[in-house]
């Protein structure tokens, strides 16, 4: 009786061993290493702006001085105490802004900031997309889709913000109703289209928007793990 010849993978060698192992080492180093970096940057660019108007007397480093009653040769950055300070801040406003003085100086301020021709434009228009975003009841961008972009035929992935209103809405196709879908650039999603679609062209994913967002960013190679395209 023959019996089938015993096929085993070939050894690798010490190159292919090490470039192996470096490439292992890079999937796992590259994550937490540009985690880490964009953290820091942004902990730093909020300390930049928030220590830029504060006093010098108020600098983390010469409180420091001051308290302990030491001199140091030059100044130093203390990452992320302006990240504390910019959360404090935020948080008294906020808890100044539901109360009755906290409502009326608002009222009284953007009573002001209307009467200005360019100022009321650009403050109405970023005041509405921070409602819409930071809005804790609002189910915006909460769904991913596919629709036929730029033409039939050709489909790409996008995320459902609202159904369209006002004068919009009102000249939609007639027996459907229009929905707002943002079509995020690759491998940038903050840039994109906005279009307008039927609710009847546009098909619901299973997969959730974090899902849908690292299939963007990563150009079709990152797919969620039990939907992932077998290669043949």
Same mark, same amino acid.
Request: a neutral charge; proline letters at 7%.
């Given at each position: =009786?023959?019996? *089938?010849?015993?096929?085993?993978?070939? &050894?690798?060698?010490?190159?292919?061993?090490? &470039?192996?192992?470096?490439?292992?080492?890079?999937?796992? +180093?590259?994550?937490? %290493?540009?985690?880490?970096?964009?953290?820091? #940057?942004?902990?730093?660019?909020?300390?930049? &702006?928030?220590?830029?108007?504060? *006093? !010098?007397?108020?600098?983390?480093?010469?409180?420091?001085?001051? /308290?302990? !009653? +030491?001199? /140091?040769?030059?100044?130093?950055? +203390?990452?992320?105490?302006?990240? @504390?300070?910019?959360?404090?801040?935020?948080?008294?406003?906020?808890?100044?802004?539901?109360?009755?003085?906290?409502?009326?100086? /608002?009222?009284?301020?953007?009573?002001?900031?209307?009467? =200005?021709?360019?100022?009321?434009?650009?403050? #109405?228009?970023?005041?509405? +997309?921070?409602?819409?975003?930071?809005?804790?009841?609002?189910?915006?961008? !909460? $769904?991913?889709?596919?629709?036929?972009?730029?033409? $039939?035929?050709?489909?790409?992935?996008?995320?459902? %913000?609202?159904?369209?209103?006002?004068?919009?809405?009102?000249?939609? *196709?007639?027996?459907? #109703?229009?929905?707002?879908?943002?079509?995020?650039?690759?491998?940038?999603?903050?840039?994109?289209? /906005?279009?307008?679609?039927?609710? #009847?062209? @546009?098909?619901?994913?299973?997969?959730?928007?974090?899902?849908?967002? $690292?299939?963007? @960013?990563?150009?079709?190679?990152?797919?969620?793990?039990?939907?992932?395209? $077998?290669?043949?």
């Amino acid at each position: =009786m023959n019996m *089938p010849p015993d096929y085993t993978r070939p &050894r690798q060698g010490w190159v292919g061993a090490m &470039r192996s192992n470096f490439l292992t080492g890079l999937v796992i +180093i590259a994550p937490i %290493a540009l985690t880490a970096w964009l953290i820091w #940057s942004v902990v730093g660019w909020i300390d930049a &702006r928030v220590w830029a108007i504060v *006093p !010098d007397g108020y600098q983390p480093d010469r409180y420091i001085q001051t /308290l302990f !009653d +030491i001199q /140091l040769s030059e100044q130093y950055d +203390i990452r992320g105490f302006g990240l @504390i300070v910019f959360l404090v801040f935020t948080f008294f406003v906020g808890w100044l802004g539901k109360g009755f003085v906290g409502r009326s100086l /608002l009222r009284w301020a953007e009573h002001l900031v209307q009467r =200005m021709p360019v100022v009321r434009t650009i403050y #109405s228009g970023v005041k509405q +997309i921070a409602e819409t975003v930071f809005n804790q009841t609002n189910n915006s961008f !909460d $769904k991913a889709c596919l629709i036929e972009y730029p033409r $039939k035929g050709i489909w790409v992935i996008g995320f459902v %913000a609202t159904a369209a209103r006002g004068e919009v809405a009102d000249h939609g *196709p007639e027996g459907d #109703s229009l929905v707002s879908v943002f079509v995020p650039t690759t491998p940038n999603p903050t840039s994109g289209f /906005l279009l307008f679609v039927p609710e #009847s062209d @546009i098909k619901q994913l299973d997969m959730t928007v974090e899902d849908a967002a $690292k299939l963007v @960013i990563s150009a079709g190679l990152v797919y969620p793990d039990d939907k992932a395209p $077998k290669l043949p």
